[in-house]
Structures are given as C-alpha cells and as structure tokens.
C-alpha cells in the first residue's frame, strides 16, 4: 500500500513537471504581457525596461522557466509579472471561496444522488424512475452556464417585478451585511444550485447503475433466500457495495471542480479559482496563469490518487501491485 | 513482439497459398457449407460481402444457420442487426428524427431563415417574440430578427460540432492505433502523453490555446478541442486493437506479407468500428456544448459570427431583462445534446452490446 502511494506520486512528478514546462513554453512564446504596458503612454521605456530585466524576459525561454520553477518552489509561485504582486496571498483567498461553493454543492449533489440512484433502482421503471432518467438526460444536455444565466433572468424578473430579492446574482457577499451568514447563502445559493444540478445529473445515473447491477447479483439474492428482510436486505446489503463505485466518480471530479468551476464563477463573478485564472488570462499576466495551473494539476493528480487508495479500501478484492 | 515476428516469418513460408483468404476462413469458416438443395422461400448468401459486418458483434448466430435438413434461413449481417436494435430504441429514434429536422434546418438556414442574420432595423429594436413580423424569438437590440439569428448560429454550432468530432476522431484513431498494433515503447510513450493529457484541466487549456493561438476563426476552434478530445477514442481504439493484435486473422495478413498500414486499415480498424462511431457521437454532444461555452466565455467564436455560444453571451450583456435573447439559443443547444445522447446511447447498444452502461 505505502509503495503503491510512493509509486503514484514518485510518477506523478515527471507528469506535472512536463505539464508545467509545456504550458509555460505555451504561455511565454506566444504572448507578450508587456504590449498592454507599452500602449499606456504615461509608462516610459525605462519601466518597460526595468520589468525586462527583473523578469529575465530577454532571456531564452529555456532559462525564464528555470527561474519560474525556482521562483514557484522557493517563493510560492513569486510575484505577478505586471503589478509585482505577491501570487500566493491571492491563490489562497480564491481557493477558500471556490472550497465554500465546490463543498457545499459536491455534498448536496452526493445526498440528492444516491437517494434517487437507490429509490430509481430499487422501484425499477417506475413512474420516479422514469421521472428522474427523463431529468437526469436533460441535466446532462443543458450547458452550466445557459442554466446559470436562466436562473439569473428569473431572479432579475422576479425582482423588477415585484421588488422581491431573495438571491444574489453576483459576488460573494454584500457591503456591510446585518448578518453575515444569511447573506453569504443569499449569494451562494444559486451557483451552488447551479452546479448541484450538473452534479446530481452524473452520479444519480452512476448510483442507479451501480445499485442495479448488486441487487441482481448473487449474494443479494443469498440474502433474501435465508430470509432478511427486504430493508435490511437493501440497506445493510446492497446499497453500502454500491455506494463504492459513486467515491471513485465524485473524488475524481472534486480534482477537477476545486480548480474552480470556471464558467459558474464567471456567469455569477464570484471571486473564486476559476474567476482568477480567467481574469490573469485576459490580463495576459503568465505567472499568475502558471501558479493556477499548477495548483489545479496538483489537485487532480492527488484527487486521482484518493480515488485510488478509498476504492482499494472499501473494496478488499482490489490489490495494488 | 521480436519473438512473434520470428514465429510469422516461419510460418509465412508454411502457408503461402491460404494466404489472402486465411481472415476470412477464421471468420467465416463455419458459414461456408451451403446447402445446395431445397425449399428456400429466401435465399440470401450466407457470407456477408462486407467486412465491416462483423463489427463489434457476438459473432455467432448473425450468420445465415443452414440446418442439415437443408433449411436455410436468412442471413443478416451485423448491420442490419444494429439497425432493427436502433429502431427498436424509442429515445434513439426520436433523437435520430429531431436531429434529421436540426440537420435540415442547418442546411437550409438561408430558406428557413425569414430574414438575413445581420439586417438591422431601427424599426423593430427588442421586440419580444411574436408572429408578427415574424419575428418568432423577438428581436435583439439593434432590430435584427433574433430567429434568423439563431438558425445561422445553429448552423455555425453544428459545423463547428461536426468539424471538431471529424478531426477528434481522426487523431485518435491514428493514436490509438498506433499505441495499440505496434505496442511496447511506442505504446508506453503514447500512453504516457495521453495519461499527460488528462491531468490538464480541459477548460483551462482550452482558454489558454485559444487566447494565445487566436481565436475567432471556427477552424481554430476546432483544432484546439481536437486537440484535447481525442484521449478517449484513442484508449478504446488501442484497447481493441491490443487484443486484436494477437488474433490469427492478423497473424494470417501478416504471413501473407501484408503491410502494416493495410493490416491496421483493411483488418483490424473494421473491427473497432462500432465502439468509434459510438465515442463519436457522445462528441458530437459534448462538443456542442463545450463550444457553445467557449464562445459564450468570449475564447471560441466571435461576434459577428452567429454562434450559440456568442447568442447566448449578446443576451447576457444585455443584462438578462430580454430573456428571450438568452432563453432560445440555449434551448436549442438542450434540443441538440439531448438527441446526440438519445442516438448515442441507442448507438451503444446497437453496435457495442459490452459497453451498456445502465442494464436494464
């Protein structure tokens, strides 16, 4: 087990390391953060020069991630290229946001799952059964963004009309709240609905599967034979060996997620991960893009790993090699 | 693999004769007594013409079952199978016919359309929806008929989805297929990058290809999600074509002195079609949507262009009280991914019965 977790993240290194330095030659070929600077006509050469020279941008490009990579290892990513801010402060303001809206919707998303996963299977093409594979299709097929935008029209209606506000289309908190946790889950509630729904969409038909397949497996059947009730059967037998491939899907997407729900953040500006990267993009700022980057692979790799180790554990028929 | 070639080269000698026909024997070899009398209301032949019929099937029982009694029934090849399991498929069927009107729409966008995508007219600035003009989705803020806007976008999209599941799945065929006949190092080295592939958030580097190799121009567009979709038709291609390498079919081609690329293209490849036209169709959805994202995000398709995405992005600026301009473009994009999946999981059980996710 422990040379199985030293293997994967021994392997994992030469990974992010040619991920980074592929997107670092990406980012710093192609672009020039410093066109932006030379159009403002109150900046002279001799700032412009100055930013050349402390960022080592005349150097080749082979020498500037060198000083990238010392730079992220021995001073938490640096500073950003433009304004000479410090990276760090900021990623870890944008990743405690993105944590308040990622865990609260991943938890909604896993609760409403596997109530209607297990209920669908069990009453098997059943009027619920047929109602929430008719939903979960269309939560596949509608985009996050339109359904965060729809959302944001029916508030925005709402509103006009009637002078109602219930929600927050936009920030993560008001100036000055009177009570700052109600207003948080004003501004909250409807990305964390918004991505809750994409969510369930996926694990609902994973659930439904997963518990289709052990009721009509054998021991299941065993159980019945000698007797146990229907719910002890279901609950005590079936439902706890389906729930096993569901953490493999939800660990899995928690790697991807927690580098930010890009599009909802920006649909709802919420100053998380996904908004942050966006933002540094536009500006054309490749450090700042670095570091995200960076942090979200990381992310993945060791999402990838728990996934790994927790199937292992609740399924003692797998063993690491 | 060295060990193998060497046992080919023997054996080649061995059996030069049987040579072209050999594949065939080993697939078809138990079809080949006719039976040359009788009472037969159909005759069909028994051996299907193409090779492609046996894509992704059981194998056994699609052939045409002639009895020692001399009764002969009709032969179907696995197509035709596939096909009356689509039909039989509700959803699918269902999605095949929306997307047949989706398609036709498309096609004939300039007829369909009551007015040119970028008329203006100051006459009729944000009009809600209504048949009078017909001006059936309302107008956007300069007078241009929002229905013909949305025709022209979905042609646009549906292009663009097209062009992205073409290139996707033609690199990773060529990946995987490379990775899957040739094996070893070639194998580990292609398999490697992919594994590389997929620890990049797809999103963010989608945003980062496009922001800095331009963007705008649908065939950029394309390219760039080509770029990053085509993992997981490269595992399921080399993965059929890891078991299929070692088959006696291929060992016969290659006896035969059959070249690499005809062994992967004629041999191999038409086994491995079902899964691909499977994948390919789930890409078609996915693409949709992931375009219409990028757009709306301002990094795929620009204004002028009328996209889905881009559509959806002009209703948003104009701060959600035309909620026309937000809700059509995205409802068309549901309609669509909605009737890919339907054709895609009908697909799946049609040709690829191994691969059902939900059995029931």
């Given at each position: ?184 889950i004003q501004h909250l509630a409807l990305p964390v609905l918004v991505l809750t729904v994409a969510s369930v969409a996926q694990y609902s038909r994973y659930m439904r599967a997963a518990m289709l397949e052990v009721i009509n497996s054998d021991y299941v059947r065993t159980a019945r034979a000698k007797g146990l009730s229907e719910r002890s059967v279901i609950m005590k037998h079936a439902f706890r060996n389906a729930l096993i491939p569901l953490t493999t899907v939800v660990a899995l997407n928690l790697g991807t997620v927690l580098g930010g729900a890009v599009v909802t953040e920006t649909v709802f500006s919420l100053d998380g991960m996904g908004l942050y990267f966006i933002n ?42 | ?272 079609v079902g899964p691909i036209i499977v994948s390919a169709t789930l890409i078609v959805a996915a693409a949709i949507l992931v375009e219409a994202a990028l757009s709306f995000l301002g990094f795929g398709i620009q204004p002028p262009t009328p996209a889905l995405g881009v559509l959806i992005d002009e209703g948003r600026n104009e701060g959600l009280k035309f909620w026309w301009m937000v809700t059509f473009p995205g409802l068309v994009i549901v309609f669509i991914a909605l009737c890919i999946n339907f054709i895609g999981d009908g697909l799946r059980d049609a040709l690829d019965p191994t691969q059902r996710r939900v059995r029931d």
């Amino acid at each position: 087990m422990l040379t199985f977790i030293l293997r994967r993240l021994l392997y994992s290194i030469p990974v992010l390391i040619a991920a980074s330095f592929m997107i670092f030659v990406f980012v710093a070929k192609s672009s020039d953060p410093l066109s932006f600077l030379r159009m403002q006509p109150r900046v002279d050469q001799q700032t412009v020069q100055r930013i050349i020279e402390r960022e080592h941008l005349d150097e080749s490009v082979f020498v500037r991630y060198g000083y990238w990579a010392k730079d992220a290892v021995t001073d938490r990513f640096g500073t950003t290229l433009l304004g000479d801010r410090p990276i760090w402060p900021d990623l870890v303001r944008v990743m405690g946001n993105t944590a308040q809206l990622v865990i609260a919707a991943e938890l909604l998303a896993v609760l409403f799952a596997v109530f209607i996963g297990v209920y669908s299977a069990v009453r098997q093409y059943s009027a619920f059964d047929y109602s929430f594979t008719t939903l979960s299709f269309l939560g596949l097929a509608t985009p996050v963004f339109w359904l965060a935008l729809m959302l944001q029209v029916l508030v925005v209606t709402v509103f006009l009309e009637y002078d109602i506000r219930i929600f927050y289309i936009s920030n993560l908190s008001s100036v000055n709240p009177d009570n700052f946790l109600l207003d948080r889950i004003q501004h909250l509630a409807l990305p964390v609905l918004v991505l809750t729904v994409a969510s369930v969409a996926q694990y609902s038909r994973y659930m439904r599967a997963a518990m289709l397949e052990v009721i009509n497996s054998d021991y299941v059947r065993t159980a019945r034979a000698k007797g146990l009730s229907e719910r002890s059967v279901i609950m005590k037998h079936a439902f706890r060996n389906a729930l096993i491939p569901l953490t493999t899907v939800v660990a899995l997407n928690l790697g991807t997620v927690l580098g930010g729900a890009v599009v909802t953040e920006t649909v709802f500006s919420l100053d998380g991960m996904g908004l942050y990267f966006i933002n540094n993009l536009v500006e054309g700022d490749p450090y700042p893009v670095m570091a995200w980057l960076m942090v979200t692979a990381v992310m993945i790799v060791f999402f990838n790993l728990v996934a790994d180790i927790v199937y292992g554990f609740l399924d003692p028929r797998v063993r690491y090699d | 693999m060295t060990e193998l070639r060497k046992g080919e080269e023997q054996r080649s000698s061995e059996t030069v004769e049987a040579g072209g026909t050999a594949e065939h024997l080993d697939q078809r070899g138990h079809a080949h007594h006719l039976a040359p009398h009788e009472e037969v209301d159909q005759v069909t032949t028994a051996v299907p013409s193409d090779p492609m019929a046996f894509v992704g099937g059981s194998g056994e029982g699609d052939l045409a079952l002639v009895y020692e009694s001399g009764v002969e029934l009709k032969a179907r090849s696995q197509w035709s199978y596939a096909a009356r399991r689509f039909a039989r498929h509700k959803l699918a069927m269902g999605g095949a016919i929306g997307m047949f009107f989706i398609a036709l729409v498309a096609i004939f966008a300039d007829r369909v359309a009551p007015y040119p995508y970028d008329t203006l007219d100051f006459n009729a600035l944000r009009v809600p929806p209504t048949t009078e003009g017909q001006h059936y989705f309302g107008t956007d803020l300069l007078g241009r008929d929002f229905f013909s806007r949305v025709v022209y976008g979905l042609r646009t999209s549906l292009w663009v989805a097209l062009l992205i599941t073409g290139l996707t799945t033609m690199i990773g065929v060529a990946i995987g297929a490379t990775a899957g006949y040739f094996g070893g190092l070639i194998d580990n080295l292609l398999m490697r990058f992919t594994d590389l592939i997929l620890t990049l958030p797809t999103l963010a580097v989608l945003l980062v290809a496009s922001i800095y190799l331009g963007q705008g121009d649908p065939f950029r567009v394309a390219l760039i999600l080509a770029a990053l979709f085509w993992t997981g038709i490269a595992r399921i291609v080399r993965g059929t074509f890891l078991s299929l390498r070692e088959k006696e079919f291929v060992e016969a081609a290659k006896a035969s002195g059959a070249g690499d690329a005809r062994i992967i293209i004629r041999h191999m490849l038409p086994n491995a079609v079902g899964p691909i036209i499977v994948s390919a169709t789930l890409i078609v959805a996915a693409a949709i949507l992931v375009e219409a994202a990028l757009s709306f995000l301002g990094f795929g398709i620009q204004p002028p262009t009328p996209a889905l995405g881009v559509l959806i992005d002009e209703g948003r600026n104009e701060g959600l009280k035309f909620w026309w301009m937000v809700t059509f473009p995205g409802l068309v994009i549901v309609f669509i991914a909605l009737c890919i999946n339907f054709i895609g999981d009908g697909l799946r059980d049609a040709l690829d019965p191994t691969q059902r996710r939900v059995r029931d």
